[in-house]
């Protein structure tokens, strides 16, 4: 799954949810989250954040490895 981590926040750009195929991209207080179960690894939100605040969960850089699970709770908390 890809991920979005600290960049995102408080910008909330947006241009990930116009590109993805699947609307696994929502908007959830200061910033936005991939649904990690419904993303299906395609890669267009990546290229289009302004911010680049987008990786694949392998690339994510060490500084933000907890925005994986960030994103995974966002969903489990709804
Ligand atoms: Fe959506 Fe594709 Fe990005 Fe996953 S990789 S969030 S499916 S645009």
Redo the contacts with the bound molecule.
Sequence with gaps: ??TIAEPCVDVLDKA?IE????D??YEGGRMLY?HPD?????????PVCPVEA?FYEDDVPDEWVEYTKANADFFDEI
């Design positions: 799954t890809y990930c590109e993805c195929p699947v696994c991209i991939i419904e993303c299906v690894d395609c890669g267009a939100c990546e987008i």
